[in-house]
């Protein structure tokens, strides 16, 4: 170890005095032939820097296909660098006639003998004879002195790479650097002279530059803002390799502290004190048994008397009241008593004693002062009562102030003093930090004639089922828009329904008296023989005789249907279920047995209720209130919501009994929609209004919403997301954002998100029906315009 310090410090010595020794006219083109020597001399020392983080080994990797002597040359260019500085300083201090000599000498020397510190480590290695554990200390020492001169000491600023320790050079500002293009300087320094530009090298200079020095080469970068080359440190590469490989950038900081447990999770009991317990707190206080011998003492002789309730009067007041002001009424309104007048005196009298009377000079002095300083009333003596002014008109007088009394406003009104106005209205989110909801038009699928008039999702969100005025219903695969069946029936359709159980691919359609039960053929082998097998069974239970018509004392009759229907896919064969009445709306319960149809003008027979399994019907309404639009299952609970036109009865099947009353205080209702969770209901109407019903808290409507310009026709709930649309003859779909908390305490949070718009309006009809996609935020429209479109978060 001695000698190699003994060695360092003799090149040390070596290289100061050749810097005493070198001429004044040495120019640069000496410097790098010198350099040029040295590099053909074949020395090796130091090494690159360590781009790929991986220590030596990554190192000779990529030196593979390069020579070696790249690291050579860099560190003969950094000594040249160092013996020019001390050159330079040379001049300086022989300019300024000697002053300052010995601090710039040392500096000169630090700078001189930093230059050697890479080239003794390598040689140091070679010369151990392959011994390894004196290679790597060798190397480690070798690393650590490259790394204290990788940064050149001297007072160029061009060579400084951190942008903290300097300002720029250009201070042109934040203006485009385009508006230089034509000029022959980048900008302007402190002292306002301009900056020439320098121009970049070209591919033939940096190829040179790079096979000259690559490790140099490699950590230039251009800053096109100052017009020059910056040369990264070695430490300033390690930071960017760190940042690129998702590292902290200074090593010293540690991702992963060792927690620390301040408190203990082992629950102690202890006491609070270490002592022990006092004798007293098993024996009976004889203080406490003498307070409480006194006090039955006192009691027993009367001396304590008990509280009484205070007996209510026989007779009260009647115009008691008159004088409470901190009593309200049962509205809320707050009385003020009417003002007392002062008890007459002396003055007042109409014959008063002559002290109160006033004297001439008295009355004088009155009748020179202003109106309003004059006294209201003056006292005056009279022989008789009946010679008082007042008297002939005294009872009018009376009766006219009792009249002011009573019908004077006597409320006190509390004006609210609002300086800002907006603070009226709600703080309410941003809608894009209520993301996702629909927003784009993505699928528009067109095949029908004539308006649609439903629509509904299968559970898998793969398949989409659409009924049409022109007879046709159509199932539709959703990512790619493509017709994939449709069945021609012979009226208009005016509901679709997909069946919600897994086990079943099988969808329901209302049209004109008819409801058909389909087979999709969407599902696979067992959930087709599965749907099979349920309609043959619902045939055999119903025991219908196949004669195509009701027969007399039955609701409904079970049918099989073999209808026309084309497209790929084999539906097998369908069931009918025939109704005495136009049919509306069909919807099913969740778990897919039992579904309910509407008939608005069937009466005692508006709403019927059939079990698939079985095959058999019911009539649980038989005295409907009004006309029924819309009916709904629960979906956890066994209660039934009944829509008519002007309320939303709900029914518990268990108990067979009217639960509430649900009263929407607006115009004709047309949709209806339950939240998932069964506690939440939207109700649209004819008079452009949406209604939030919180079933647990009211039979009124939580809120009310009017976005719409026409009646709205369709209402839907997602199963996921907080989501919620109305459509409406206005041809645009609102998307709501309504959060629901499982806190009772918490209102539900209503926010309009999006509206959109796609449709065209034919005969005054815009979007009739609406639908969520059952696990994307994603929205399918039902238009007059005989299409369906798709809406799509992007």
Not at 150 to 168: F, G, I
Not at 238 to 255: D, K, L, T
Not at 268 to 286: H, N, T
């Amino acid at each position: 170890m001695s000698g190699k310090r003994s060695a360092r410090g003799g090149a040390k010595q070596a290289e100061l005095l050749a810097a005493q020794a070198a001429p004044e006219g040495l120019d640069d083109a000496e410097l790098a032939l010198s350099s040029d020597e040295e590099y053909e001399s074949g020395e090796e020392e130091g090494s690159e820097l360590d781009l790929s983080g991986s220590g030596s080994d990554a190192e000779d990797s990529e030196e593979e296909g390069r020579p070696r002597s790249s690291g050579v040359d860099r560190d003969i260019e950094n000594a040249a660098l160092a013996y020019m500085a001390a050159v330079q300083k040379r001049r300086q201090r022989q300019q300024t006639g000697g002053s300052g000599s010995d601090s710039e000498d040392d500096d000169a020397e630090d700078a001189e003998a930093d230059s050697d510190a890479d080239a003794e480590p390598a040689a140091a290695a070679r010369g151990a004879g392959g011994g390894e554990q004196a290679a790597g200390s060798e190397g480690e020492e070798g690393e650590s002195e490259e790394e204290e001169e990788e940064r050149p000491q001297h007072d160029d600023p061009a060579t400084d790479s951190s942008e903290d320790d300097r300002p720029p050079r250009n201070t042109i500002g934040q203006v485009p650097l385009e508006w230089y293009n034509e000029e022959e300087h980048i900008g302007y320094d402190v002292e306002g002279r301009k900056l020439e530009k320098r121009g970049r090298r070209d591919r033939l200079e940096r190829h040179i530059a790079m096979a000259d020095s690559l490790g140099k080469e490699m950590r230039t970068v251009y800053d096109e803002y100052n017009d020059e080359e910056i040369v990264l440190s070695k430490e300033e590469m390690r930071m960017i390799q760190r940042i690129r490989q998702g590292q902290f950038p200074h090593v010293e900081v540690n991702p992963f502290e060792p927690e620390v447990d301040w408190f203990t999770r082992d629950v102690e009991v202890m006491p609070l004190s270490a002592a022990p317990e006092p004798k007293r707190r098993f024996i009976p206080s004889k203080w406490e048994e003498k307070k409480v011998v006194k006090l039955v003492r006192a009691l027993r002789k009367g001396w304590i008397k008990r509280e009484q309730e205070p007996e209510k009067p026989a007779a009260y007041l009647l115009w008691e009241d008159d004088g409470r002001t901190a009593d309200k009424t049962a509205s809320g309104i707050t009385y003020i008593p009417a003002p007392k007048l002062k008890l007459p005196g002396h003055e007042e009298s109409y014959n008063p004693p002559a002290e109160y009377l006033p004297t001439e000079e008295e009355k004088n002095a009155a009748q020179l002062l202003d109106e309003e300083e004059r006294p209201q009333f003056v006292p005056t003596a009279y022989d008789s009562l009946r010679r008082v002014p007042a008297y002939a008109s005294f009872i009018k007088e009376r009766f006219e102030r009792c009249l002011d009394l009573y019908l004077c406003p006597r409320t006190r009104r509390k004006r609210l003093i609002i300086e800002d106005p907006e603070v009226l209205v709600p703080k309410l989110p941003k809608p894009k930090d209520l993301q996702p909801f629909p927003v784009t038009l993505a699928v528009q699928y067109s095949g029908h004639t004539k308006a649609v008039r439903s629509l509904s999702p299968d559970p898998t969100g793969q398949w989409l089922l659409s009924g049409s005025d022109d007879g046709s219903v159509r199932l539709w695969e959703v990512r790619t828009g493509r017709c994939m069946r449709t069945w021609q029936l012979e009226e208009a359709v005016a509901c679709v329904a997909w069946c919600p159980s897994s086990q079943l691919s099988l969808a329901a359609a209302a049209c004109g008296k008819r409801l058909f039960l389909l087979p999709t053929g969407t599902g696979n082998e067992e959930q087709e023989a599965a749907t099979e097998a349920a309609l043959q069974q619902a045939l055999a239970a119903s025991g219908s005789s196949g004669s195509g018509s009701i027969e007399e004392g039955q609701l409904v009759s079970w049918q099989r249907w073999q209808g026309g229907s084309s497209g790929s896919g084999d539906g097998g064969e369908g069931v009918v279920v025939l109704h005495r009445f136009q049919l509306k709306y069909v919807t099913w319960h969740g778990r897919g047995d039992y579904f309910a149809t509407v008939a608005p003008t069937g009466n005692t027979q508006a709403v019927l209720v059939h079990q698939l399994s079985k095959g058999a019907s019911q009539n649980p309404f038989r005295k409907n209130r009004g006309r029924v639009v819309r009916v709904l299952f629960h979906p956890a609970k066994p209660f039934f919501f009944v829509a008519t036109q002007q309320n939303v009865r709900v029914y518990n099947l268990a108990k067979q009994a009217l639960a509430r009353k649900l009263v929407a205080g607006s115009g004709v209702i047309t949709s209806m929609a339950l939240h998932p969770s069964g506690d939440h209901l939207i109700v649209g109407s004819e008079d452009k209004r949406l209604c939030w019903f919180d079933l647990d808290l009211s039979t009124k409507p939580y809120r009310s919403l009017r976005y719409h310009q026409y009646a709205v026709r369709g209402t839907a709930f997602h199963r996921s997301y907080p989501l919620f649309a109305s459509a409406s003859d206005d041809a645009t779909v609102h998307i709501f954002h309504g959060m629901v908390y499982s806190d009772l305490m918490t209102n539900p949070l209503i926010v309009p998100v999006k509206i959109l718009r796609g449709h065209e309006m034919v005969d005054f009809q815009g979007c009739l029906d609406v639908a969520f996609h059952p696990t994307q935020p994603w929205a399918f429209t039902a238009g007059a315009d005989a299409t369906i479109n798709l809406y799509v978060n992007p």
